[in-house]
Structure formats: C-alpha cells, structure tokens
C-alpha cells in the first residue's frame, strides 16, 4: 500500500490541477530547506522521494577534485573511491546524509516552501496554457467592474479588460457571461497578466470560426474585416472550392449563423461581402448594401471614383459616412461617391452643339435699334456730300466709321432725360402716397408718362 505522504501528495496534485512530478519536484526543494535548517547540513543538499515506497532519502553532493578548497563541496579521489570505485576527477558523488527526523520548524519551514514552489507552478502552467492561445476566443465571466478595467474570471486565472479595449455601448455586471479575444499574456512579478479585448476585429474572425464550419474548415477564408466596435462590421470573404457560395455559407439559413455573432456582439451589424481579385469589384461589393452603376479606378492614386443612381446616394454614404468609411478600410482604396445626376450635368454641356448667334440682318430688332434705324439714313444723307467735296480720295482710302454709331448719343440722352423725370415723378407720388396712408387715404395709382416720338427725332 502507498504511504500516507504519497497519498497526500496526489491529493494536493489534483486540488491544484497540477501533474504530480510537479508536485513532488516542489516537496523536495521543501524538504532542503527543512534539513538545512534542522539538521545544520552544509554544502548541495538534494532529497530523493521513492515514489514506491514513499521514503525520504537526503544526499551530500560533492564534486571530485585532486586538490580539496572547500571540503562542504569538494573530495579528492581516494575519498571518492570509497563510495564509488571507478570515481574519476569531475565526477558527483552523493553521499546519503538522511537525518532520523525533522522538528516543528522544519516542518513549518517545509510547508511554506511547498506553497511557494506550488503558487509558482500554478503560475507557469497558467502562462503555458494560455500564451500558447494568444489570438483565441477565450469564454469568461465578469467577476467585478472598476473604475478603468473589468476582472473576468477564466476559470483557473483572472484576466483584466481595459477601459481602451471595452465596447462604449456595452454595460457590463457581475455574473454575466461573454467571450473575448485574448490579446496578450505577460510576465509580471505576481504571476501571468492576461489582457482582454471587445474592440479587436479579429474577434469577429474567431467568431466565424467558431459558427461556420466552412471557415473553421478553411473552405471559406475571411479575407479582410473592417470594423466600428459596437456599430457595424464589413466581412470580405472568399471560396477556396468551385461551386461554394461563401457569403451564403458565412450568413446561413435564413441569418441564423450570423445572428448568432451579431447577438454575442451585442447587436453590432454585421456585412458579409465577396471578396474580388478585381478592384472595381471589390470596391463595388464592400459598399453593399447600395447598387453601384459604374466604378472608374485610379491605380496610381489608389483612389476609385464611384457612380451610383441619385436614389441610392445617402444609402452608400451611410450615416455620418460610415458605410463609406467602412468600405475604404476593407478595401484599402479612397472612395469617391458621386451621383448620376451630376455627371450628367456634366457631360452634357460637352456634348451639346454650340449655339450660333444668327446673323445680324435676320436678328430682330431691339426697339432702341428701330429708332436708331430711323435716324441711320437722314444722317448719312447729310453727312454724304460734303464727306465727297472736301475729300474725294481720303474717302477711297480710308474705311469710314460705322453710320449706326453716329446717332446714338442723343438717344442716349433723351433716354436718361425720360428715366430722370420718371423717378422723380414717382419719388413724389410716393412721399404723397405715404402721407394719405397715414390718414387713412389709398395710395393713388401712378399714371406712366407717354413721349411724342416727334420730340425724339427733334434731337
């Protein structure tokens, strides 16, 4: 029958979750301490457990030399050779020193090492276990809720949310269940520190994984993830088999694949999308849900110019731009969004013919023209005749002046003349106008002055 100290050392083993060597490894270091302190052994002290029988068994060990310096440590070879024939220089002997028991101090000393030695291992399992799933989805309970971070228990350790990696619409209370995705593990001096998040994008990847047995599978492979936490996600997703439609696959029958992650996000919308070797159509896919007439691309600028229909505009857009935003950081290109409408404005007025004004004699005249026209042939015949007298061949030289020219200028003036008169008139009628309102008399209506055409050719 096993001993009651190896049953007490698997027991401690199981409470601990730890393996037994473990186990056995720290109750040795324990048991030196113990004799080192109980016992006044000096020099390397190490303890052998008999798994089988459960007996302690201490060791001196010491170093062959052919010089001794320090006799705790060191043995020449005729020493040696007592314990062991064939000792040779450099060679460890251990010499059994076991002491015929331990007293209370001993024994105190030895139960605190034991814990020590076992928070220890505890500690390095726990950062075993969990660095080698850095970048995993980890399930967890909210333990408790401070000021800058929230304690989530993982079961066999603690792992802190920070303020920076919590989702701003998410409230968050003792007892409740989420999943997280493990951002880091560090080494500190009171053990491993695992840092949570809610706000990394590859949390919505894991997810995936998690529901879609063709992603998990890597039929499906999710290509690249925008993301708003506690808003809206854009998910590129493409088939690595013929034949499979991988945004059906990721959204399932009738939704209910990606309602799952979209209700352990908390109501965050998520956008599914096919991912395109072509960047047209991949920019036009990432704006989904709005209808996309053309894409022109710019791949020098890594901009795309984008034309949907009028009615769509504010859909790809999306509120406060995010739908917009959103599909710039899936793709990676500048969009541009423009309306139908206003290319076409555009491009009319390139393709429209230029308006030829018509020539002057079929053009009609303007009223101002007509009294000019009248004025034109009485002036050239005055003027006509003694332009011939006095200088025959500087007429046929020189070219002569517009006629229409002459005239104008005493239209001109008669025209300003009328336009003074009448706005004094009606500045008067007016003033008088204002001063009968006042007195409860209507406002008299102002007659238009008419002109004698005959004064006008006078001038």
């Known amino acids: 029958m096993k001993s009651e100290f190896l049953i007490a050392i698997t027991q401690l083993a199981a409470e601990k979750n730890l393996p037994r060597d473990v186990v056995l490894r720290a109750v040795e270091a324990a048991l030196v301490s113990a004799y080192k302190k109980d016992s006044g052994l000096q020099g390397n002290i190490a303890v052998r457990i008999d798994t089988d029988r459960g007996s302690v068994h201490v060791y001196q060990l010491k170093t062959v030399v052919e010089e001794v310096s320090d006799p705790k440590t060191e043995m020449t070879v005729e020493e040696a050779r007592r314990y062991r024939p064939d000792a040779q220089v450099g060679d460890t002997i251990e010499i059994e020193v076991t002491p015929q028991g331990a007293g209370r101090i001993a024994a105190q000393t030895a139960k605190q090492v034991v814990l020590q030695r076992l928070r220890e291992a505890e500690r390095e399992k726990v950062y075993e276990e969990f660095a080698a799933r850095e970048g995993e989805v980890v399930s967890g309970v909210v333990q408790r809720v401070e000021a800058r971070q929230v304690i989530v228990d993982l079961g066999h350790t603690e792992a802190v949310l920070p303020a920076a990696e919590q989702i701003r619409s998410e409230a968050y209370r003792p007892g409740q269940r ?118 022109i691309i710019n791949e020098e600028e890594k901009t795309a110019i984008v034309v949907v229909p009028d009615r769509q505009l504010s859909l790809a857009i999306g509120k406060e731009g995010q739908n917009a935003r959103l599909a710039a950081k899936l793709t990676g290109w500048r969009i541009d969004i423009k309306p139908e409408s206003l290319l076409e404005k555009v491009a009319v007025p390139a393709k429209a013919p230029a308006r030829e004004e018509p020539p002057a004699e079929e053009r009609p005249l303007q009223p101002w023209e007509e009294v000019i026209e009248r004025e034109e042939p009485a002036a050239a015949e005055a003027e006509a005749p003694a332009a011939a007298e006095e200088a025959p061949a500087v007429a046929e030289a020189a070219a002569p002046e517009p006629v229409a020219a002459q005239p104008q200028r005493p239209v001109i003036r008669f025209a300003e003349e009328v336009l003074g008169r009448s706005s004094r008139r009606l500045e008067k009628e007016e003033a008088k106008g204002k001063s009968k309102a006042k007195k409860g008399a209507r406002r008299p209506k102002v007659e238009e002055e008419e002109f004698d055409l005959e004064e006008l050719e006078e001038l």
């Open 178 to 295: 989420l999943k997280f995705y493990l951002l880091e593990v560090q080494r500190t001096a009171k053990g491993p520190q695992l840092v949570l998040s809610r706000t990394h994008r590859n949390l919505v990847k894991r997810l995936l994984e998690l529901e879609v047995p063709e992603v998990a599978k890597g039929i499906v492979e999710v290509k690249a993830i925008a993301r708003e936490p506690g808003q809206r996600s854009k998910v590129a997703v493409a088939a690595r088999q013929p034949g499979v439609d991988p945004v059906g696959a990721c959204v399932g029958l009738r939704g209910l694949r990606i309602q799952n992650i979209v209700n352990e996000l908390g109501g965050e919308r998520i956008d599914v999308v096919e991912w395109d070797r072509d960047p047209a159509r991949f920019v036009a896919n990432a704006l989904s849900p709005a209808q996309v007439s053309r894409v």
